[in-house]
């Protein structure tokens, strides 16, 4: 058996050599970061009433346990189930352990807070999801699925999320608004729309928080900021339509639909504080999408400006701009884009 120590908690596994989906026990150290994430949001959320759809190891249970929450643990894995046991025994916490598909367990009970971070795509349980959810509730979603949500398998997107992508120089920030649509499409349906708190992408997935809003006017809100994205190679980007691109006239790519409203919640953020990623979200302008500065140093030919120098010049020239969370050379900004890329320009004569 192999020992981890994640916070307050300790648990033990079977030994591994490499995390897949037949591991006896499912359990990845390197999710450490999200679920100490999840734990702060959990903590602001003020609710008791926990579910951890896919448990594993047990190890995100037991930390919500230990904060104080009624957590029902659920796993398929009968080897799971004798692991969650274990370990809420050695943390000397209780949980309400379940063996069965999440499908089931989240349309026969509701909860106040539903963790969903399956081994892949989250689609296939999102109806059930949504019906699992009581009034005032909130929904965190993982998906590991990144090449369908990013743009980069078109097939794989339209199938699952029932979104047209196509690849793009924002592609982190798309497959966070992929994931938005595809769980608001699901709520629309029974009258419940979503506020989203935060969202973000790290190494392998992307990551969604969201408070549910339930009535058919919150509903009908969120579906109406669900709209088409026109693109084109150079970087340039609207949700007006354009056939051709305005900048250089090349003809566009349409990304047919996705949702264009806030990834973020300034009311629910404010005042959590000391968390490196959430401070950093606090200071991101919260508009669609952002400009790759290495890409178009790439497609126009310049060097690619320090981040910094074109958020600073940028806003020398009375427009918003800022880092974001999603991409570590992107800028996001209000100045349009023929702006942007002669301020790249213009940085390379300093």
């Given at each position: 058996?192999?020992?981890?120590?994640?916070?307050?908690?300790?648990?033990?596994?079977?030994?591994?050599?490499?995390?897949?989906?037949?591991?006896?026990?499912?359990?990845?150290?390197?999710?450490?970061?999200?679920?100490?994430?999840?734990?702060?949001?959990?903590?602001?959320?003020?609710?008791?009433?926990?579910?951890?759809?896919?448990?594993?190891?047990?190890?995100?249970?037991?930390?919500?346990?230990?904060?104080?929450?009624?957590?029902?643990?659920?796993?398929?894995n009968p080897c799971a189930l004798t692991s969650i046991k274990e370990n809420a025994e050695l943390n000397n916490v209780s949980l309400t352990v379940c063996n069965e598909d999440a499908n089931l367990l989240l349309r026969r009970e509701t909860f106040e807070v539903i963790d969903v971070d399956p081994f892949g795509s989250p689609?296939?349980?999102?109806?059930?999801?949504?019906?699992?959810?009581?009034?005032?509730?909130?929904?965190?979603?993982?998906?590991?699925?990144?090449?369908?949500?990013?743009?980069?398998?078109?097939?794989?997107?339209?199938?699952?999320?029932?979104?047209?992508?196509?690849?793009?120089?924002?592609?982190?920030?798309?497959?966070?608004?992929?994931?938005?649509?595809?769980?608001?499409?699901?709520?629309?349906?029974?009258?419940?729309?979503?506020?989203?708190?935060?969202?973000?992408?790290?190494?392998?997935?992307?990551?969604?928080?969201?408070h549910t809003q339930h009535s058919k006017k919150a509903a009908f809100t969120c579906m109406n900021m669900v709209n088409p994205v026109y693109v084109c190679a150079c970087g340039w980007f609207s949700s007006r339509t354009a056939e051709f691109c305005p900048y250089c006239g090349r003809e566009t790519q349409c990304i047919a639909s996705v949702y264009l409203g806030p990834l973020k919640s300034d009311r629910f953020l404010h005042d959590i504080a000391g968390h490196d990623l959430i401070d950093r979200v606090k200071r991101e302008l919260d508009t669609p999408f952002y400009h790759d500065t290495h890409y178009l140093a790439s497609f126009h030919g310049f060097q690619p400006p320090r981040v910094k120098d074109l958020i600073e010049r940028l806003v020398m020239k009375g427009y918003q701009a800022s880092p974001t969370v999603f991409c570590s050379t992107g800028v996001k900004s209000d100045a349009p884009f023929d702006e942007v890329v002669k301020t790249c320009f213009d940085l390379q004569t300093f």
């Open positions: 058996m192999m020992k981890f120590t994640e916070g307050k908690a300790v648990i033990t596994v079977p030994e591994f050599e490499k995390i897949t989906s037949k591991s006896e026990v499912f359990y990845n150290p390197d999710m450490s970061y999200d679920r100490e994430l999840s734990l702060i949001m959990f903590k602001a959320s003020h609710k008791r009433k926990v579910c951890d759809a896919f448990s594993g190891s047990g190890i995100r249970a037991i930390l919500y346990a230990l904060e104080g929450a009624h957590v029902t643990a659920n796993d398929r689609v296939y349980y999102l109806d059930s999801v949504v019906n699992g959810l009581d009034y005032d509730s909130y929904l965190f979603v993982t998906a590991t699925d990144v090449k369908a949500l990013c743009g980069f398998a078109g097939k794989a997107a339209l199938r699952k999320y029932g979104i047209k992508t196509v690849k793009t120089p924002f592609s982190k920030e798309l497959g966070a608004r992929v994931l938005v649509t595809a769980i608001l499409r699901e709520a629309a349906k029974y009258g419940i729309g979503f506020e989203v708190l935060l969202s973000y992408w790290k190494m392998h997935y992307i990551r969604v928080f969201m």
